[in-house]
């Protein structure tokens, strides 16, 4: 699946104890194949990001740089609203998801782990032609609100 955050998506992108993640993650790679799955590796993740390398994983090492979440996320938000982003309609995360990211002010007490996930995937397609080719035909998507 050429979408960079599909496998932490499906792995639900809750923080339980390392194994049980890197499990999950395992099984996401082996069902998608993805090319390599970003982890932000820093803070408490860090942990997250090395036991994942030392499992085999094709891992990504994503870092936030100096920018703030706002910031990291107006790549993905000017995508959005040009209707550039599509989601899979089958998706079983997607309603969940498409509140987070709608619903998200800014605010630093909020829940935004799908936006910073959407924000990476933005600013990695800013650097990369990742957009390039796929495996869905467009009745597979529908375009993000």
Request: hydrophobic content about 40%.
């Amino acid at each position: 699946m050429p979408e960079i955050f599909t496998a932490v998506d499906e792995g639900q992108m809750i923080k339980r104890m390392f194994t049980a993640n890197v499990d999950a993650l395992k099984k996401s790679c082996r069902k998608w194949q993805p090319a390599f799955v970003g982890i932000e590796a820093n803070g408490s993740n860090m942990g997250y990001y090395q036991y994942a390398v030392r499992a085999g994983l094709p891992v990504l090492e994503i870092q936030p740089g100096t920018l703030d979440k706002i910031a990291r996320s107006s790549d993905v938000s000017i995508r959005m609203s040009q209707g550039k982003v599509f989601v899979p309609k089958w998706a079983p995360w997607l309603e969940a998801t498409l509140s987070e990211v709608f619903g998200w002010t800014g605010h630093k007490q909020q829940v935004c782990d799908r936006v910073d996930t959407l924000s990476y995937a933005g600013m990695l397609l800013s650097q990369e032609s990742w957009s390039e080719g796929g495996v869905f035909k467009a009745e597979d998507f529908m375009v993000s609100r």
